[in-house]
């Protein structure tokens, strides 16, 4: 996977400023110089509208993915000097618009070997956000796409949340011809966010930022594994917080919300008795009260909160393997599933609030870190007991869940992502927000 290219924090390019350049871009002078309530699984998951999320490339390439990368030196989404690198985007981009933007891209599934003008347009586009060298516009042959402007697609496309196959396609084209204007305004947006989120944060985080469905652990300001996970749905939106993690529970119930049994689960019984069983759920007289026989109740005329539905762990349970708690007056939580195919879409808000890990096993381990003796095998062996285990977290990591709809790393480089809740213009940083609709 091609990493995204750090652009230059400062802007000047070879004693040209961003304002000329600009210019000569737009001027045709390119050849004269170049709260949580998880559904219940027993089918398939829903897809979200692409009205609300981007689709996955058409070839299935996923936009992010999930992977250990501390190797890499690469920097987190949110650090104690993502301050200074958004000030310094902005900067940078009231620089562009005041020397008039860049231009608008057209043309259809640009690539290596296209040519034509739609490609001499695409290297003035990339040059203007620092993709491209201002030195390429002086190829020998401008208009043809090269190898070079083959990685600086690729790196584009990392930083806007598109499955990197360098292929200058439908979606890519619609976030080269977001207007500088609209790129300003929105780094500008998360400035207050970045501010606050980042405000006591330790050595060791886990961040989720639900606009790119995207998670990091992170130690001492550098990724130590990215995961892909599935985010509240536009009409349960997750929250946003801060918090620090308090406890792993291995092989939790599911505590499932009265809204839940009220839509999903007394509609499926009533018609299919046994499918409680199947699901492996319990009701109860109240928390804490006795078990009782389902088929006792008249659930036509029962209000859903009157009963206990509990879903004991195993295959089916909708919290998979794991969940990971942190205090929150959302009564939110990250955790594991048993439909792991969620995490094959670039869509990924389909979930009632809280948050669901790819690899959460990876996450788990990076937590705990071989304390009290834990490690990988262990694991295995605690989940497959199927008892529920819960596990105090001391010295644990802080945890933010973020929204951010543009942010910039210190390494220079500017990511954006799609305004998934239409929170921006509201003054949102931290809360629940209203649900939308499609």
Excluded at 258 to 282: F, G, H
Aim: with cysteine; glycine share 8%.
């Amino acid at each position: 996977m091609v990493e995204p290219q750090g652009r230059r924090r400062d802007f000047i390019v070879q004693g040209l400023s961003v304002g000329y350049r600009i210019a000569v871009l737009l001027g045709g002078l390119l050849f004269a110089g170049p709260a949580c309530s998880e559904t219940l699984y027993d089918s398939a998951p829903p897809v979200v509208k692409a009205a609300v999320a981007p689709k996955a490339a058409a070839s299935g390439t996923l936009a992010t993915r999930t992977e250990i990368v501390a190797d890499r030196g690469l920097a987190a989404m949110l650090t104690p000097g993502s301050e200074a690198a958004l000030q310094d985007a902005i900067a940078m981009y009231e620089e562009i618009v005041a020397g008039g933007g860049w231009p608008t891209v057209s043309g259809k599934n640009i690539t290596t070997g296209s040519t034509g003008e739609s490609v001499v347009l695409l290297r003035r586009r990339l040059v203007a956000e620092n993709y491209l060298s201002f030195d390429s516009l002086n190829a020998a042959n401008p208009e043809i796409f090269d190898a070079e402007m083959l990685a600086a697609a690729k790196a584009f496309q990392i930083n806007h949340g598109v499955a990197p196959t360098g292929t200058v396609a439908e979606r890519t084209l619609a976030e080269l011809n977001v207007s500088a204007e609209t790129r300003l305004e929105t780094l500008r947006e998360n400035l207050d966010r970045v501010l606050i989120y980042s405000q006591k944060l330790g050595n060791r985080y886990i961040l989720a930022n639900i606009p790119s469905a995207q998670l990091e652990t992170v130690e001492n300001g550098q990724v130590y594994s990215r995961h892909n996970i599935v985010v509240g749905k536009l009409e349960r939106p997750s929250p946003t917080l801060m918090s620090t993690v308090s406890d792993i529970v291995f092989n939790p119930y599911w505590k499932i919300p009265a809204s839940i049994v009220e839509r999903d689960i007394v509609p499926k019984y009533l018609e299919d008795p046994s499918y409680l069983d199947k699901m492996n759920i319990r009701v109860f007289d109240g928390v804490g009260g006795p078990e009782i026989e389902p088929g006792s109740v008249d659930w036509e005329s029962t209000p859903p909160e009157q009963y206990f539905f509990r879903q004991e762990p195993g295959e089916n349970n909708s919290l998979g393997t794991v969940k990971i708690n942190f205090p929150n007056e959302h009564m939110v939580f990250m955790h594991d599933t048993p439909h792991r195919e969620t995490f094959a879409s670039n869509a990924r808000f389909e979930s009632s609030g809280c948050i669901r890990i790819d690899q959460v096993r990876e996450v788990i381990n990076w937590i705990m870190q071989g304390r009290d003796g834990y490690d990988d095998a262990q694991f295995e062996m605690i989940t497959a007991s199927l008892e529920p285990t819960e596990v105090k977290i001391a010295d644990a990591p802080d945890v933010r869940f973020m929204y951010l709809t543009a942010w910039a790393t210190e390494d220079g480089a500017v990511n954006f992502r799609p305004d998934i809740y239409g929170l921006d213009g509201t003054g949102f940083i931290l809360g629940q927000p209203e649900p939308g609709t499609n």
